[in-house]
């Protein structure tokens, strides 16, 4: 499966066997590519990510397997701007963490892609972020890029809206954290200060 990354559906004849069963009957050659490139990334995964997501070693691993991002509730889909947050914001049990600034240029680079461009560079960063630890919604993750011709504008502003959004939430937490904090040790100050 890990040999359909970065290919085109006439290169990834090994995989229409395990990808095939899960196509829709009536879908467009951009949505059998996503299913073939989703596959793929979730077939080059480190084993520890599958280990992390509850597979053992022997257990495949399907589309849609896995559970959404600790931080969404689970009936909310995730885009992969929420994971670029995650993986700047260290996670509880991860010791690794990407810097903002390799985030957000990655996610740029990702949101400018023409459909080829897409599938060729999205595994690399789907792969960094699954060696980090990050939870990737598949299922989103799969809507997005099947779509993403006919609307790669919208989708790259979700990714990045999400992204900026999630950040900024950690750094809005840390400020009313702090604020808490003052204002427990000195109510009176904080009151008259205001």
Request: charged share 30%; hydrophobic share 35%.
């Given at each position: 499966?890990?040999?359909?990354?970065?290919?085109?559906?006439d290169?990834?004849?090994?995989?229409?066997?395990?990808?095939?069963?899960?196509?829709?009957?009536r879908?467009?050659?951009?949505?059998?590519?996503?299913?073939?490139?989703?596959?793929?990334?979730?077939?080059?995964?480190?084993?520890?990510?599958?280990?992390?997501?509850?597979?053992?070693?022997?257990?495949?691993?399907?589309?849609?397997?896995?559970?959404?991002?600790?931080?969404?509730?689970?009936?909310?889909?995730?885009?992969l701007?929420?994971?670029?947050?995650?993986?700047?914001?260290?996670?509880?049990?991860?010791?690794k963490?990407?810097?903002?600034?390799?985030?957000?240029?990655?996610?740029?680079?990702?949101?400018?892609?023409?459909?080829?461009?897409?599938?060729?560079h999205?595994?690399?960063?789907?792969?960094?972020?699954?060696?980090?630890?990050?939870?990737?919604?598949?299922?989103?993750?799969?809507?997005?890029?099947?779509?993403?011709?006919?609307?790669?504008?919208?989708?790259?502003r979700?990714?990045?809206?999400?992204?900026?959004?999630?950040?900024?939430?950690?750094?809005?937490?840390?400020?009313?954290?702090?604020?808490?904090?003052?204002?427990?040790?000195?109510?009176?100050?904080?009151?008259?200060?205001?």
């Open positions: 499966m890990r040999s359909g990354l970065r290919k085109d559906l290169s990834v004849r090994r995989m229409h066997r395990l990808v095939a069963p899960w196509l829709p009957e879908r467009s050659q951009d949505v059998e590519r996503a299913y073939y490139t989703v596959a793929a990334m979730i077939a080059a995964q480190p084993r520890s990510a599958l280990r992390s997501a509850g597979h053992s070693d022997g257990d495949p691993v399907e589309p849609g397997d896995q559970e959404p991002s600790r931080s969404a509730p689970r009936w909310r889909r995730t885009s701007g929420t994971a670029f947050a995650a993986a700047v914001t260290e996670g509880p049990g991860r010791e963490e990407m810097r903002a600034g390799t985030a957000e240029s990655r996610l740029n680079l990702l949101t400018r892609q023409s459909v080829n461009g897409l599938h060729r999205l595994p690399a960063s789907v792969g960094y972020l699954r060696s980090l630890d990050v939870e990737v919604d598949w299922a989103q993750l799969l809507d997005d890029i099947g779509s993403w011709r006919s609307r790669s504008g919208r989708t790259s979700a990714w990045l809206q999400d992204f900026y959004r999630e950040r900024n939430k950690s750094t809005v937490q840390e400020a009313d954290e702090a604020d808490r904090r003052e204002l427990t040790a000195n109510p009176l100050e904080a009151l008259t200060s205001s």
